[in-house]
Nanobody
Framework: QVQLVESGGGLVQAGDSLRLSCAASGRTFSTYAMGWFRQTPGKEREFVAAISWSGDSTNYADSVKGRFTVSRDNAKNTVYLQMNTLTPEDTAVYYC????????????????????WGQGTQVTVSS
């Protein structure tokens, strides 16, 4: 069992930066690949970024590539999402998720592949 708690959301202006954190419980954090998704009302949950258990592999949605960076600190059981040059289109509830996966190869997992989810943190970007 893994419990995930996101933090770091808030209200910012276009062009600003935010760093989201996702703290995980349990001693097996390093056996999970981690993902970030986001969702706005009336839309499906959208993939944002993912990182392998070791941090060696990452992948990103095209909409955030070059602006967002996912990283993790296994000693702290925490995964991060650094978001730069935010736009109003980035406004959403952001969720972190964990999938049991110990390969360095990181496929593009779908929403349904993830085993555990956090409760989400709101990010609002004003124009």
């Amino acid at each position: 069992q893994v419990q995930l708690v996101e933090s770091g959301g808030g209200l910012v202006q276009a062009g600003d930066s935010l760093r989201l954190s996702c703290a995980a419980s349990g001693r097996t954090f390093s056996t999970y690949a981690m993902g970030w998704f986001r969702q706005t009302p009336g839309k499906e949950r959208e993939f944002v970024a993912a990182i392998s258990w070791s941090g060696d592999s990452t992948n990103y949605a095209d909409s955030v590539k070059g602006r967002f960076t996912v990283s993790r600190d296994n000693a702290k059981n925490t995964v991060y999402l650094q978001m730069n040059t935010l736009t109003p289109e980035d406004t959403a509830v952001y969720y972190c998720a964990a999938v049991l996966w110990t390969s360095s190869y990181l496929p593009r997992f779908s929403y349904s592949d993830y085993d555990y989810w956090g409760q989400g943190t709101q990010v609002t970007v004003s124009s």
